[in-house]
């Protein structure tokens, strides 16, 4: 089974940022497109941040000019860097592997933005 493995999650204060690391299997990492979700309590998962292969990043509106989604072809790693975190913000975040149909998750982190 396919797994992708998370990593940066936890409690940052209002303002603050957190960076979110997502790794993937070689094989997958260079066909998917690689993103990151979020779902907060009492809400449906929504669709933060996309990669391409061809490394072109694509946003939701509502974390533009303060989320940044990379990538690091080397190490099979996509990273999320949150700035200027609100109270919002906090979420079970979770990284996506997507090609035509087929979807991987993985396991989510949980995001806590609070003073």
């Known amino acids: 089974q396919v797994q992708l493995v998370e990593s940066g999650g936890g409690l940052a204060q209002p303002g603050g940022s957190l960076r979110l690391s997502c790794t993937a299997p070689?094989?997958?990492?260079?066909?998917?497109?690689m993103g990151w979700y979020r779902q907060a309590p009492g809400k449906e998962r929504e669709w933060i941040a996309s990669?391409?292969?061809?490394?072109?990043?694509e946003y939701a509106e509502f974390v533009k000019d303060r989320f940044t989604i990379s990538r690091d072809i080397y190490k099979n790693t996509v990273y999320l860097q949150m700035n200027s975190l609100k109270s919002e913000d906090t979420a079970v975040y979770y990284c996506?592997?997507?090609?035509?149909?087929?979807?991987?998750w993985g396991q989510g982190t949980q995001v806590t933005v609070s003073s």
């Open positions: 996506n592997a997507q090609r035509f149909e087929h979807n991987i």
């Open positions: 070689a094989r997958v990492f260079g066909l998917f497109a």
């Open positions: 990669i391409r292969n061809s490394g072109h990043p």
